[in-house]
């Protein structure tokens, strides 16, 4: 299985990027998949997950209506719209999936998932 992230870089406050994860050996499609985010010296922060059967999604109050989780079930990849980013948003960012099925409580929890990609860095600044 593995995970491969992208679409990090360098933006100013307010501009937007999309980060994209392309899955091999594992299908994205009705599998908990999410997006975490971790600054040096901080623990890794589920900001954005999604159930397999979309039924639950889950978004950090820091991002919640900024940035939109979603996948292509036909390109077996996964994405994350970010908007509006601010400074705080800078972090490495790392897309993970699982064969388990947590809770809407519990899919921000980073040990729900088996499979991480490599992190991808996200900086905000002007």
């Known amino acids: 299985v593995q995970l491969q992230a992208s679409g990090g870089g360098l933006v100013q406050p307010g501009e937007s990027l999309t980060l994209s994860c392309v899955a091999s050996g594992f299908t994205l499609d009705d599998n908990a998949i999410g997006w975490f985010r971790q600054v040096p010296g901080q623990e890794r922060e589920g900001i954005s997950c999604i159930s397999g059967s979309d039924s639950g999604v889950y978004y950090a109050d820091s991002v919640k209506g900024r940035f939109t989780i979603s996948r292509d079930v036909a390109k077996n990849t996964m994405s994350l719209q970010m908007n509006s980013l601010k400074p705080e948003d800078t972090a490495v960012y790392s897309c993970?999936?699982?064969?388990?099925?947590?809770?809407?409580?519990?899919?921000?929890?980073?040990?729900?998932?088996?499979?991480w990609g490599q992190g991808t860095q996200v900086t905000v600044s002007s």
């Open positions: 993970a999936a699982t064969y388990r099925v947590p809770t809407v409580q519990t899919m921000r929890d980073p040990a729900q998932y088996d499979y």
